[in-house]
């Protein structure tokens, strides 16, 4: 017995420990590292954006679930070159203020608009979405086709991708989701989850600030470090399911605009996790290229799930071709 509390205090010490660390620490970085692009408040709520480049049309730019602006560094100075390129931290995220309205593709691609307006960031737009905005972009297009010149799906999420899939990977998902609603804010709270990144273990991802550029990378542990990372991610965690429904409803009962569209594929199992699942949204992705009947379905062989670091010179020819395609049409 005495050995049990003796464990406990221990225990209780170390989580009090990590937690005035961590908010310490979170304000320190909140001080050190400073937004690299624009703020602008929108009912009261900060939003980060940068912008590079000049020309039309604008490409906008969603990053996956958990991810910042900072994750298009390789990408956002070569599209400058020829037009101009929107990226931007959802809310939660880099230094955009967390919100308390569900994370919802609706909401995300209502919030977008308005910041976008705000920006005097003018339509039709060509959009990029990356993994889970990939349902963000295409509810976007759904919603308002005559805003939207192209678009361009990077790895994207699948409103149809849990279907049809083996109960243990069920199971697996349904354990992944209860870690990222519950545990991992608790984990952001502490400083445990800084801890990971710190070490460049981020969950399923290890060696992801390896792959940005060297400037960036302290950046980019100080944002995914913060508090209220947690928060974010966990909140869009709880509005994925929702996020699916509505573009399944939209599929069924509005037409996707005809404009030029590339979705590309990650070649190697890395988030996807075994040959079959990569090899089932390969498949989801070519049915989404077909959408458009200016559609093309690209594979990247030697790219895993964050294609923008693992193999951004795709990405960045294939908004150079959607761009083109948009301007040819006028």
């Known amino acids: 017995m005495t050995w049990l509390f003796i464990i406990i205090k221990v225990l209780i010490g170390v989580i009090v420990f990590g937690a005035i660390y961590q908010f310490f620490a979170t304000i320190r970085d909140r001080r050190k590292f400073l937004p690299p692009g624009k703020l602008i408040k929108i009912a009261n709520h900060n939003w980060h954006y940068k912008i590079m480049g000049e020309g039309s049309p604008t490409v906008i730019v969603d990053s996956g679930a958990g991810a910042t602006h900072l994750d298009w560094q390789f990408v956002q100075p070569e599209v400058a070159k020829f037009t101009r390129i929107f990226t931007y931290d959802r809310a939660g995220y880099g230094w955009s203020d967390l919100s308390s309205k569900p994370r919802t593709a609706e909401q995300v691609i209502s919030e977008l608009r308005q910041l976008l307006r705000e920006a005097e960031i003018e339509p039709p737009y060509v959009l990029v979405g990356m993994s889970l905005a990939g349902l963000y972009s295409r509810l976007f297009a759904y919603y308002y086709p005559e805003e939207v010149a192209g678009m361009v799906l990077v790895d994207v999420a699948h409103e149809r991708m849990y279907e049809d899939l083996p109960m243990e990977w069920v199971k697996l998902n349904q354990r992944l989701d209860w870690l990222s609603v519950y545990v991992l804010p608790i984990m952001a709270r502490i400083g445990l989850f800084r801890l990971l990144v710190t070490l460049d273990r981020f969950p399923f991802l290890p060696g992801l600030f390896q792959k940005m550029p060297t400037a960036v990378q302290p950046f980019a542990k100080a944002v995914y470090s913060q508090t209220q990372f947690g928060r974010a991610f966990a909140q869009e965690s709880s509005g994925l399911s929702g996020s699916m429904k509505q573009v ?83």
């Open 248 to 330: 399944e409803q939209a599929r069924s009962t509005k037409p996707f605009p005809k404009i030029p569209l590339i979705a590309l594929s990650a070649g190697k199992p890395d988030v996807a996790g075994t040959p079959e699942m990569l090899q089932k949204l390969q498949k989801l992705h070519a049915e989404l290229a077909n959408d458009s009947p200016q559609g093309v379905h690209i594979i990247s062989p030697s790219s895993g799930h964050v294609m923008q670091l693992d193999d951004p010179k795709l990405i960045i020819d294939s908004i150079w071709n959607v761009v083109e395609k948009v301007r040819s049409s006028r």
